[in-house]
């Protein structure tokens, strides 16, 4: 079995990376390592999960123009192609029975019409808002943690839309160094017009601080397109995005990391920062509101309602420090015994059967 994995991702994450790359040697080889030491995308990360059960498994993040033109260079005999042709000519080159498209927005059924051949198995991943022109009618499966979107994927021609959790490379998260805890509260994400709910938690919790007595430090890792439209409060305890294995670190270097779904999944959290807060045995304060069955059971998290909820909550448990940390371990064991991303592989391969 030969799996395939199309990525992309963040440009603030690929201008880094890119400038790493160039310091190690610019070659396929070293970007695929340095991809992988990343932690680049890690709950999705299949394709080690793959060659871990014996088949042939390669990615390819096609959003970053650099490493593509690396890879036309090393095995393409021909030059001056489009990004599109450089891509379909690599899906040529590894030839898998299953292609895992990470973006089907930007490559959807208009870009897989040209895939010459079609006896491979398609799959997408989609879990954020989707745009009435996208097309899924050349896909046999779209996978999605969110069921609300079930609905609009099959108006839009997905036939076959499954429900798909991200997940933990058990192996990567052990290569990770231990580190001393810094931040009491800490938090990595976006900050846009999807998250309203989130950002005003964001705001409030700042807000809070100001309040009480007990000192308390937040932290939040927010990669947003204006910097300078963040409410007061929130830049007050605003630093630089965080991506891959430095986020993971700076989970594991917290008291505790919080997660308030997506507006458009109202009550739905199944998103990767479950899986990436669990995995690093950091305490995770989820609001009630959030349906996590099938991801963790109520003692391998921590509820809150609100802002002043959430703030009461932590500095009582901080003062039981143990009854804290144990929630954060229950859950980084749940991580690693269900939540594999050996087990994913092995689900995935299940569905296409």
């Given at each position: 079995m030969?799996?395939?994995q199309?990525?992309?991702?963040y440009?603030?994450y ?6 790493r790359?160039r310091e190690r040697?610019a ?17 999705h990360?299949?394709s080690?999960?793959?060659r871990?059960?014996?088949h ?12 593509q ?9 021909s030059?001056t192609k ?9 899906i040529?080159?590894?030839d898998?029975?299953i292609?895992y498209v990470m973006?089907p927005i930007t490559l959807?059924?208009?870009?897989l ?16 808002p989707?745009h009435?022109?996208?097309d899924?009618?050349e ?6 943690s969110?069921p609300d979107?079930?609905?609009q994927m ?5 036939e076959q839309?499954r429900?798909?959790?991200?997940g933990v490379?058990?192996?990567f998260?052990k290569?990770?160094p231990t580190?001393?805890k810094?931040a009491d509260?800490s938090f ?6 999807l998250?309203?709910?989130?950002n ?6 700042a807000?809070q601080?100001l309040?009480q007595?007990?000192n308390?430090?937040l932290?939040y890792?927010l990669?947003t ?7 007061a409060g929130?830049?007050?305890h ?5 991506w891959?294995?430095n986020?993971?670190s700076?989970y594991?270097?917290s008291?505790a990391a919080f997660?308030?779904?997506?507006d458009m999944?109202e ?9 990436e807060v ?5 305490p995770?304060?989820?609001?009630r ?5 099938g991801v ?5 998290v ?5 802002a002043?909820?959430?703030?009461q909550t932590?500095l ?7 009854a804290l940390e144990?929630?954060g371990?229950r859950?980084?064991k749940?991580?690693?015994?269900d939540h594999?991303t ?12």
């Amino acid at each position: 079995m030969k799996f395939l994995q199309l990525i992309s991702n963040y440009e603030g994450y690929l201008i880094g990376y890119n400038e790493r790359l160039r310091e190690r040697g610019a070659t396929w080889e070293h970007a695929q390592a340095l991809y992988y030491e990343d932690g680049f995308l890690m709950p999705h990360f299949l394709s080690t999960a793959f060659r871990a059960l014996g088949h042939e498994a390669n990615f390819v993040v096609f959003n970053n123009n650099y490493t593509q033109q690396i890879w036309e260079l090393e095995y393409s005999s021909s030059r001056t192609k489009t990004t599109n042709e450089i891509l379909l000519e690599q899906i040529a080159y590894y030839d898998p029975d299953i292609l895992y498209v990470m973006d089907p927005i930007t490559l959807d059924s208009s870009f897989l019409r040209a895939i010459k051949r079609r006896s491979m198995i398609i799959i997408g991943w989609r879990a954020a808002p989707i745009h009435p022109s996208i097309d899924f009618s050349e896909f046999d499966f779209i996978f999605s943690s969110v069921p609300d979107l079930f609905t609009q994927m099959r108006a839009q021609g997905a036939e076959q839309p499954r429900f798909f959790l991200p997940g933990v490379d058990v192996e990567f998260m052990k290569s990770l160094p231990t580190v001393e805890k810094q931040a009491d509260i800490s938090f990595s994400g976006q900050y846009g017009p999807l998250h309203v709910r989130r950002n005003m938690l964001l705001l409030n919790l700042a807000q809070q601080q100001l309040k009480q007595r007990d000192n308390f430090e937040l932290a939040y890792y927010l990669a947003t397109s204006d910097y300078g439209a963040l409410p007061a409060g929130v830049f007050a305890h605003c630093r630089p995005p965080v991506w891959g294995r430095n986020m993971l670190s700076m989970y594991a270097s917290s008291r505790a990391a919080f997660h308030i779904p997506i507006d458009m999944a109202e009550a739905n959290a199944t998103a990767m920062r479950l899986f990436e807060v669990g995995a690093t045995g950091t305490p995770l304060f989820v609001h009630r509101s959030a349906e996590i069955q099938g991801v963790f059971s109520e003692d391998e998290v921590i509820r809150f309602d609100d802002a002043n909820d959430f703030i009461q909550t932590y500095l009582k448990l901080r003062c039981e420090r143990d009854a804290l940390e144990e929630r954060g371990l229950r859950a980084m064991k749940r991580c690693m015994n269900d939540h594999s991303t050996i087990n994913r592989a092995l689900q995935l391969l299940e569905i296409c059967r």
